[in-house]
């Protein structure tokens, strides 16, 4: 098969800094679809995988998976884009497209395992895929997403992953009018749950361990705040929530929240990938029907879905833009909560 060698960005060990590099990406089959990288969001995965903190890097890694741009190529068979529309790739560059899962637009739980715009395997170089930090991509039309052109470019990118995260659990549980949304933990997934959850108008408030989120999560479209840590203000959110998306991504204790459910409510893990420590205490749950359930990102319909909501009610992350040779730095960053709330790099810097 046809290559041609691009610029990028990755990691060639889980202890050296992300560097310039070059990688191949194939010439477009019938069904591609080649993107001019414009932006790419980070995410707190592509640290993880670039640091080998769960243990499945195959190096060179190559991260990003927030990536908008404009088409620069398409094949032959290619019925959905052309040339210079502004289009997106998120998490998934292809899946099986055959077993139950996928039948029904949940690629993201297909059975057979999805292929990860990073980390995956291409069948077609027979080799591990590379995400966007990177010049260009090239992608299924299948897997490629159509953005609305009155949004900020780069503001959407995090959407394509910390959006859809928390989207995906807000139209499962039916968010909406009528429903009380709350959400732990502001930060990525966090302000994105809030201003969605706003949107879809349901009534939404943050689970803060501080007072120093409130006027934050108030501009963001949160009605009232609860800090977590003060027992009296928890005891009279007993039984309230329909829905609590939790965002932190570390342990913590879930059995306080679990309180704050309503009859049939349920709380939903978003960030935290780990043993429970403490354990939950089921009486809560049984004697209420209450539910502690998980969610992952959306399939390629229903992030479709989201963009077309945020293009429609002009939503986008709260971002820091950043040069691709700053990334190290935002790394650092990322690990101390210091960014309101997503980093974004400008691919230019990379081209120039």
Not at 55 to 76: A, D, K, L
Not at 321 to 342: G, H, P
């Amino acid at each position: 098969m046809n290559t041609k060698s691009i610029k990028a960005y990755g990691a060639e060990s889980s202890d050296a800094d992300l560097k310039q590099m070059q990688i191949d990406r194939r010439t477009v089959l019938p069904k591609d679809v080649e993107i001019d990288i414009l932006f790419c969001g980070v995410c707190h995965s592509d640290l993880h995988f670039a640091r080998n903190d769960w243990g499945m890097t195959e190096f060179p890694v190559v991260p990003g998976h927030e990536i908008v741009g404009r088409v620069s190529n398409i094949g032959s068979e290619v019925s959905k884009y052309k040339e210079g529309d502004l289009v997106a790739v998120g998490c998934l560059v292809d899946s099986c497209r055959t077993c139950n899962n996928c039948q029904a637009d949940l690629e993201q739980y297909c059975t057979n395992g999805w292929v990860g715009t990073y980390g995956g395997y291409d069948k077609h170089l027979d080799t591990n895929t590379h995400g966007g930090y990177s010049e260009t991509i090239v992608v299924d039309e299948d897997f490629v997403l159509r953005v609305p052109e009155n949004l900020d470019k780069a503001g959407i990118a995090p959407v394509l992953c910390a959006g859809i995260t928390t989207w995906s659990p807000l139209r499962h549980w039916k968010a909406g009018k009528n429903t009380k949304v709350a959400v732990v933990g502001l930060g990525g997934l966090g302000h994105m749950a809030i201003k969605l959850a706003h949107a879809l108008g349901s009534h939404v408030t943050l689970f803060s361990r501080s007072t120093n989120k409130i006027d934050d999560a108030k501009q963001l479209g949160a009605d009232e705040v609860v800090i977590s840590t003060d027992e009296s203000a928890m005891e009279a959110a007993a039984g309230r929530f329909d829905l609590i998306l939790d965002t932190v991504p570390y342990a913590h204790d879930f059995n306080p929240y679990i309180n704050t459910l309503s009859t049939n409510g349920t709380l939903v893990v978003l960030g935290y990938l780990g043993p429970l420590d403490p354990a939950l205490i089921t009486v809560p749950m049984i004697m209420g029907r209450k539910a502690v359930a998980g969610s992952l990102i959306g399939g390629i319909a229903e992030t479709q879905e989201l963009l077309d909501f945020c293009g429609k009610h002009n939503i986008v992350s709260d971002i820091e833009v950043i040069k691709m040779q700053d990334i190290n730095t935002a790394y650092e960053r990322m690990l101390k909560s210091d960014v309101k709330y997503r980093f974004v790099i400008d691919m230019k810097s990379l081209k120039n």
